[in-house]
């Protein structure tokens, strides 16, 4: 496997054994939660307590994240029409300062990023933290849910693939377009809060 200097995974419905046995192939030592809610109904070994029960016999350690990364703000001027804003989350100091830990953990040790999307591209451990991360200088490998790792620039390719039919016909720099399916995926992903038009029935399963 390709060395990355942080992985990020989905648990989605992984079953235990499948999911420690990934992070093994990576070689991880240590998952990040970036969940604001560490807690899950139809996957209970991924809810937080049980989740550090589970890594510590495996050796590896749990650092929460989800107070500064979580993708499920508390703050209301965090929203943009009931739907949070990245582009402003990351703006934020609390974001800034747990960036800034999760380099400095990712550079001490073997980290993988945990949310709960299958796919990255569905989920702020991508379309917010691991682009920030990219922007940083460190590599970002994503565990997709077949085993295989996507290193942050495929899943870019991906991501302007699937925003190809929609693409601003003023942007025309490859950056530029970029930033902008960024900002479009986000927009259709991104949690929405109650009551916000389209809002998304959540369960907990959530960023």
């Not at 560490?38 to 016999?57: I, Y």
């Not at 943009?80 to 703006?91: F, L, P, S, T, V």
């Not at 295989?148 to 495929?154: D, G, I, N």
């Not at 699937?162 to 693409?167: N, P």
Request: charged fraction near 25%; include cysteine.
């Amino acid at each position: 496997m390709a060395s990355f200097d942080l992985f990020s995974i989905g648990h989605s419905s992984l079953p235990a054994a499948r999911f420690l046995a990934m992070l093994r192939a990576a070689g991880a030592n240590a998952i990040a939660d970036v969940r604001s809610m560490p807690v899950s109904r139809f996957q209970p070994w991924f809810s937080r307590k049980n989740l550090e029960v589970l890594l510590a016999q495996e050796g590896l350690s749990y650092l929460p994240y989800g107070d500064t990364l979580g993708g499920r703000p508390g703050n209301a001027a965090l929203y943009r029409d009931g739907i949070a804003d990245y582009a402003a989350m990351a703006r934020q100091p609390e974001f800034e300062a747990g960036l800034q830990r999760l380099c400095a953990d990712a550079v001490r040790g073997r980290v993988c990023m945990m949310c709960a999307e299958r796919d990255p591209l569905d989920c702020h451990r991508c379309l917010l933290i691991a682009r920030a991360v990219a922007a940083r200088g460190l590599t970002v490998g994503h565990i997709l849910f077949d085993g295989t790792v996507e290193p942050q620039p495929e899943t870019e390719r991906r991501l302007l693939g699937l925003d190809g039919d929609t693409a601003d016909l003023f942007v025309t720099g490859q950056s530029e377009r970029l930033a902008a399916a960024y900002r479009r995926r986000a927009r259709a992903v991104a949690y929405r809060a109650k009551g916000a038009q389209g809002a998304q029935s959540m369960t907990g399963e959530d960023r």
